[in-house]
């Protein structure tokens, strides 16, 4: 084995401990780096970076390797955060974890690690990367419920050629047994959630600090007001909860979901239970593709994702015109969500992805 220069991003988590472990185990000479990307989370009770970069020291000591910190707030700001308010404002649901992948993460701490003299560096994600004949592959992770590909999915040659990801042959269980098993003390660390700047912190009462609320009224699909909405940027398609409509008061006492934001009248509409019909389509339009390495296939079924955990749906790329395109699927899909991503697959590789534009029915 060739010895590699390789810089791990280390968040405090077991599985960036892990990653960091097997690769100096492997003889690697690692080195560890902590990425601080919010400036205003070191005491908040939601996203403490302060935390996270204990665990991470203690970590990086454990194992024997040297740690820096560096500051990316302002990328942050500039590349992924100001991009999310200017899109929830159009009234879609974008995905910053994605953006955040490809331009932090890969991109700022990339650039970061080889100025410091990196070779590659690696990541905790639950995923692989696979070269042949000069082209890099991203493929999934081999836990099926773990899989991270579709956050990975707008990453490109470059950064691919340039990233390790040691846990995408293992399954989540074995991480932490393996954590456990050397004395890292995160080995049972609770996996962190919520959006990556934002953490588990009330959506609603965040955002409210940068986007000012506009009232209006909820409305059923069959056109019976409901409800009052704060402001159709703080809901989403498919969203149960937060609404405050009480499902037993009226209709069938099913629970009630979003199905639309009418950004013309200012109004949210919802449906009752959460097979409504009104929450299922066969067809979308995306934008903004982004292609790994080979062309997408047309009119050839391949899976598709249109949200994280989804299991592959049977689809089919209809149609590619000026870096739009159209995707049927064999079964309807269940609220596809303007500003989220499709992530296209071809068995396990992650082939990429576009920015969901809208959702229709090609048949009824």
């Not at 006492?253 to 200012?266: D, H, I, R, T």
Request: aromatic share 10%; net charge neutral; proline share 3%.
């Amino acid at each position: 084995m060739i010895k590699k220069n390789i810089i791990v991003g280390l968040s405090g988590g077991v599985d960036s401990a892990v990653t960091a472990h097997l690769l100096k185990k492997q003889g690697h000479n690692v080195k560890a780096l902590f990425m601080k990307n919010w400036e205003t989370d070191d005491d908040d009770e939601y996203c403490s970076s302060k935390q996270d970069l204990i665990d991470a020291i203690s970590v990086a000591e454990k194992i024997g390797i040297d740690i820096e910190v560096v500051n990316f707030a302002k990328e942050y700001k500039e590349k992924v955060f100001n991009l999310f308010l200017s899109d929830l404002k159009k009234g879609v649901t974008p995905n910053p974890d994605i953006l955040c992948n490809s331009e932090i993460k890969f991109e700022a701490f990339l650039s970061h690690a080889i100025k410091l003299g990196a070779d590659f560096i690696a990541t905790g994600h639950y995923a692989n990367v696979i070269e042949k004949d000069g082209l890099f592959f991203l493929t999934k992770g081999i836990d099926s419920s773990k899989d991270q590909s579709y956050f990975l999915h707008k990453l490109n040659q470059k950064q691919l050629s340039k990233s390790i990801f040691p846990l995408g042959q293992y399954l989540k269980s074995e991480i932490r047994e393996i954590a456990k098993k050397n004395g890292l003390h995160n080995f049972d660390r609770k996996d962190s959630t919520g959006i990556c700047f934002i953490g588990e912190r009330p959506f609603t009462e965040f955002l409210s600090q940068f986007i000012k609320k506009n009232p209006g009224d909820i409305v059923s699909v069959e056109g019976e007001k409901v409800g009052k909405h704060e402001g159709l940027t703080f809901y989403t398609i498919g969203q149960r909860q937060g609404l405050h409509i009480g499902g037993t008061a009226r209709g069938n006492g099913e629970p009630w979901f979003v199905v639309e934001k009418n950004l013309k009248e200012n109004m949210l509409v919802v449906a009752q239970g959460r097979n409504h019909p009104s929450l299922f389509h066969d067809a979308l339009i995306a934008e903004n593709l982004h292609v790994i390495s080979n062309p997408f296939p047309i009119k050839r079924v391949i899976g598709a994702k249109t949200r994280y955990r989804q299991p592959d749906a049977a689809c089919q790329i209809d149609q590619i015109e000026k870096n739009q395109l159209t995707s049927l699927f064999g079964q309807k899909q269940w609220a596809i969500t303007p500003g989220q991503y499709v992530v296209f697959y071809d068995s396990n590789v992650c082939l990429g992805g576009a920015v969901i534009h809208s959702a229709y029915n090609s048949f009824n």
